[in-house]
């Protein structure tokens, strides 16, 4: 079964820094794209970051730009989102995310974990 | 950054009735080599999204024939040809980038009426 799991969420305090990992099963992890998308409480969707399958590759949002990076590790099928000098703003549920893009052709983010929650408050 | 409006942003529907999402771009989506990666994702209540369609018109795998999407440069639409009670949710379009950032629509939440 194609499966990723988020871990790493938590409550910390604005300024601290908190890593995020997702575990993928079930399919060549390095074969693919993979990004993190957050989902404030009661809000949409936002894309925050992506990072290529050999990880020489990544782009980020903005409101995260300096003080996140995302990396990952094909031999162990993880991927990390390491978060430095968190806002509350960064409040929100972390979603794993699989980009179908293979080969010159886009299907889709087609696979999604069920997302690990991160609370920044005082 | 490239900013996608859906509408309605509320969408109550009676189950065997249709019902359409409009997505609108504040760009034209069209990458440089000809292709246009419009999705439309959805969101049932405490679940993670799914994938619904991709690349405008695509049905992603097991998803049923009553969802169709259509458009192309900056409008967009999703539409079910008949609602069922198990389409609740929010739907959201996102567009994927030749160089991010990616964007999502605010999200459209369709309810049985």
């Known amino acids: 079964e194609v499966q990723l799991v988020e871990s790493g969420g938590g409550l910390v305090q604005p300024g601290e820094s908190l890593r995020l990992s997702c575990a993928a099963s079930g399919f060549t992890f390095s074969n693919f794209w993979m990004h993190w998308v957050r989902q404030a409480p009661g809000k949409g969707l936002v894309w925050v970051s992506r990072i290529n399958p050999d990880g020489s590759g990544t782009a980020y949002a903005d409101s995260v730009k300096g003080r996140f990076t995302i990396s990952r590790d094909n031999a162990k099928s993880m991927l990390y989102l390491q978060m430095h000098s968190l806002r509350t703003e960064d409040t929100a549920l972390y979603y794993c995310?699989?980009?179908?893009?293979?080969?010159?052709?886009?299907?889709?983010?087609?696979?999604w974990g069920q997302g690990t929650t991160v609370t920044v408050s005082s | 950054d490239i900013i996608l409006t859906q509408s309605p942003l509320s969408l109550p529907v009676t189950p065997g009735e249709p019902a359409s999402i409009s997505c609108k771009s504040s760009?034209?989506?069209?990458?440089?080599?000809?292709?246009?990666?419009l999705d439309w994702y959805l969101q049932k209540p405490g679940q993670s999204p799914q994938l619904l369609i991709h690349s405008i018109s695509s049905r992603a795998s097991g998803v049923p024939d009553r969802f169709s999407g259509s458009g192309s440069g900056t409008d967009f639409t999703l539409r079910i040809s008949r609602v069922e009670a198990e389409d609740v949710g929010v739907y959201y379009c996102?567009?994927?980038?030749?160089?991010?950032?990616?964007?999502f629509g605010q999200g459209t939440k369709l309810e049985i009426k």
């Open positions: 996102m567009q994927a980038p030749e160089t991010p950032p990616y964007t």
């Open positions: 760009q034209s989506l069209l990458h440089s080599y000809g292709k246009t990666h």
């Open positions: 995310i699989r980009d179908s893009f293979q080969l010159g052709t886009y299907y889709g983010m087609d696979v």
